[in-house]
């Protein structure tokens, strides 16, 4: 099946600092979709990216959907206390209903 | 405008014990999801539904089931709980199978359920 590999797995941080994360994927997608996921919440929609080479900002936040169309990568500018949490990359390579593949998660911890 | 509601949020079985975990949504969505969510895992599916009455199984079926007879709910059923079924479990939903410009995929609030 499809692999998403998330980088990095955690970041210690300090308040303001910039923050970068990735996915790659072994295989061609046609979405890549960005979820942040604060404790005892489900995940929330950050960033959605639909055509390759598209960059997309939402506030502080930046994504960009690879070139080749394997990877995605997200960025936060300085950071403030409340970017804590998990971050979620996500891929769809079909039309087809078998959902969305998930990286594993970057948990985000910044230290004022 | 509740959005994707589950219930329970915590639960606590015993192996062998049966139980069903509730998800509904009230904005019309088509597509239906089940997820599980293990630490170091991140987010794996389950079951999904495109539609009242259409079912089909995800990344990691076994040992549940689903049923769609409305719209509005999709609930996820543990015929004979093991403990290795003990996770994080979210639903999630979508106007349509399809993701484009608003439409993703929006998820509850997760339930959380132990297998001792």
Redesign the interface.
């Known amino acids: ?1 499809q692999q ?1 590999n ?1 980088s990095p797995q955690s970041m210690f941080i300090q308040e303001g600092e910039d923050v970068s994360m990735n996915c790659t994927s072994s295989s061609i997608f046609n ?1 890549w ?1 960005w ?1 942040k996921q604060d404790p ?6 950050l960033i ?1 990216l ?1 055509k390759a080479g598209e960059l997309t900002s939402n506030g502080r936040l930046t994504a960009q959907f690879g070139i080749t169309r394997k990877d995605s990568f997200l960025n936060i500018s300085a950071s403030i206390p409340s970017d804590v949490g998990i971050y ?1 990359c ?1 891929g ?1 390579s079909g ?6 593949t ?4 970057t948990h985000l911890i910044i230290q004022p | 405008n509740a959005g994707v509601t589950q219930t329970p949020k915590f639960q606590v079985l015993k192996t062998g014990q049966s139980m069903t975990l509730q998800c509904a949504q009230d904005m019309n969505h088509e597509y239906m999801s089940w997820y599980r969510q293990d630490p170091g895992m991140g987010l794996r599916l389950i079951h999904y539904s495109v539609g009242a009455g259409i079912t089909d199984q995800g990344e990691v079926p076994n040992g549940y089931n689903v049923s769609r007879s409305t719209t509005e709910d999709f609930p996820l059923r543990l015929l004979s709980a093991a403990p290795s079924q003990t996770s994080v479990y979210f639903c999630a939903s979508s106007y349509s199978k399809y993701y484009s410009g608003a439409n993703v995929l929006t998820f509850g609030a997760g339930s959380r359920l132990t297998v001792l």
């Open positions: 099946g998403l998330q979405t979709l979820y005892g919440e489900g995940p929330v929609l959605a639909y979620f996500a769809r039309g087809g209903a078998d959902g969305l998930f990286g594993k998660g």
